[in-house]
């Protein structure tokens, strides 16, 4: 953006940016994730999935990072806007990360007559997997406060907890790809259905947003391994399409197959943990909705099917 390097010094110390930070397309971006995150909404209380607030957050603290870089640009000088428009860029995707996990538990349950995934129940698998996404989202919430600062020393030490954060989430990725191989292979075993064909089409999605998220991390890997100041870090266009392209795009394919649309009604729920508790008590053991979506389903008092 020539208007902002003719009305400032880049050498100046107090100024944040170290190359020339392009408004227009801040603000083009604030529209797109905007929109999505609102489609996001609507589609929450539509499907009455409330596990969707997740990928709200993430969409949110997207739309506020761009919303806060348009700030940091017209007020370069403002240490706080470009600090917290930093960490919100850094941690949104872990959200979309943890939504994945959380529907993809959710489609265990949906698409298999026992419920599991690897040798384990699909409410085991979501929580594992979640927490595993607590612990990276804490470990790169960490250390982007860190490298926000101004001390070159906090910010060198607060990119490398970042990068170990994000190649935790990376290992964690491999780990659910290794999952989502072998629901995929269960579903080929499957004859071809309707209920067969949403499974399918939300697996396709899932193998998509792991793919964008690892591009995503590879990128900021391969950004900060130099320090702050390397050559990809100053290239806009770089943060632009390999990192937030790839998170929205990930956001429009949760919009166009919505996991509360192909998952649909209160039968698709997860057993709650009283009702699993209950069957267990009871020396029953609670069953998936198997490959017509009929097993498992939830009884009119809220129970889930049992054998």
Same mark, same amino acid.
């Given at each position: 953006?020539?208007?902002?390097?003719n009305?400032?010094?880049?050498?100046?110390?107090?100024?944040?940016?170290?190359?020339?930070?392009?408004?227009?397309?801040?603000?083009?971006?604030?529209?797109?994730?905007?929109?999505?995150?609102?489609a996001?909404?609507?589609?929450?209380?539509?499907?009455?999935?409330?596990?969707?607030?997740?990928?709200?957050?993430?969409?949110?603290?997207?739309?506020?990072?761009?919303v806060?870089?348009?700030?940091?640009?017209?007020?370069?000088?403002n240490?706080?806007?470009?600090?917290?428009m930093?960490?919100?860029?850094?941690?949104?995707?872990?959200?979309?990360?943890a939504?994945?996990?959380?529907?993809?538990?959710?489609?265990?349950?949906?698409?298999?007559?026992?419920?599991?995934?690897? %040798?384990?129940?699909?409410?085991?698998?979501? &929580? !594992?997997?979640v @927490?595993?996404?607590? *612990?990276? =989202?804490?470990?790169?919430?960490g250390?982007?406060?860190?490298?926000?600062?101004?001390?070159?020393?906090?910010?060198?030490?607060?990119?490398?907890v970042?990068?170990? %954060?994000?190649?935790?989430?990376?290992?964690? &990725? !491999?780990?659910? @790809?290794?999952?989502? *191989?072998? =629901?995929?292979?269960?579903m080929?075993?499957?004859?071809?259905?309707?209920?067969?064909?949403?499974?399918?089409?939300?697996?396709?999605v899932?193998?998509?947003?792991?793919a964008?998220?690892?591009?995503?991390?590879?990128f900021?890997?391969?950004?900060?391994?130099?320090?702050?100041?390397?050559?990809?870090?100053k290239?806009?266009?770089?943060?632009?399409?390999?990192?937030?392209?790839?998170?929205?795009?990930?956001?429009?394919?949760?919009?166009?197959?919505?996991?509360?649309?192909?998952?649909?009604?209160?039968?698709?729920?997860?057993?709650?943990?009283?009702?699993?508790?209950?069957?267990?008590?009871?020396?029953?053991?609670?069953?998936?909705r198997?490959?017509?979506?009929?097993?498992?389903?939830?009884?009119?008092?809220?129970?889930?099917g049992?054998?």
């Amino acid at each position: 953006m020539p208007d902002f390097c003719n009305a400032h010094d880049l050498s100046d110390p107090n100024i944040d940016w170290s190359f020339c930070p392009n408004v227009g397309a801040a603000y083009f971006y604030v529209i797109l994730f905007a929109l999505t995150t609102m489609a996001h909404i609507v589609q929450m209380f539509h499907s009455r999935k409330w596990y969707s607030w997740v990928i709200v957050v993430s969409g949110g603290m997207q739309t506020g990072a761009y919303v806060l870089r348009i700030l940091a640009i017209q007020q370069p000088r403002n240490d706080s806007i470009y600090s917290t428009m930093f960490v919100l860029l850094m941690i949104a995707p872990v959200w979309t990360n943890a939504y994945a996990y959380m529907a993809f538990g959710r489609m265990v349950y949906n698409f298999t007559s026992d419920a599991k995934v690897l %040798g384990i129940r699909a409410w085991r698998f979501t &929580l !594992l997997f979640v @927490l595993l996404d607590v *612990v990276a =989202f804490l470990v790169q919430a960490g250390g982007a406060s860190i490298a926000s600062g101004d001390d070159l020393n906090n910010v060198m030490t607060g990119l490398h907890v970042y990068m170990g %954060g994000v190649g935790f989430q990376q290992l964690c &990725l !491999l780990c659910f @790809l290794g999952a989502i *191989v072998r =629901f995929h292979q269960h579903m080929r075993a499957q004859r071809p259905t309707q209920h067969r064909h949403k499974g399918l089409t939300l697996l396709y999605v899932e193998y998509a947003i792991v793919a964008l998220i690892s591009i995503r991390i590879i990128f900021r890997l391969a950004e900060y391994s130099s320090g702050i100041d390397s050559g990809i870090a100053k290239k806009e266009a770089y943060q632009y399409v390999l990192d937030s392209t790839m998170m929205l795009i990930a956001l429009v394919l949760l919009n166009i197959w919505h996991p509360g649309r192909l998952m649909s009604g209160p039968e698709s729920n997860l057993p709650s943990r009283k009702e699993r508790k209950a069957a267990k008590k009871s020396g029953q053991q609670i069953l998936g909705r198997g490959d017509e979506g009929t097993y498992g389903k939830h009884s009119h008092e809220g129970s889930a099917g049992v054998v």
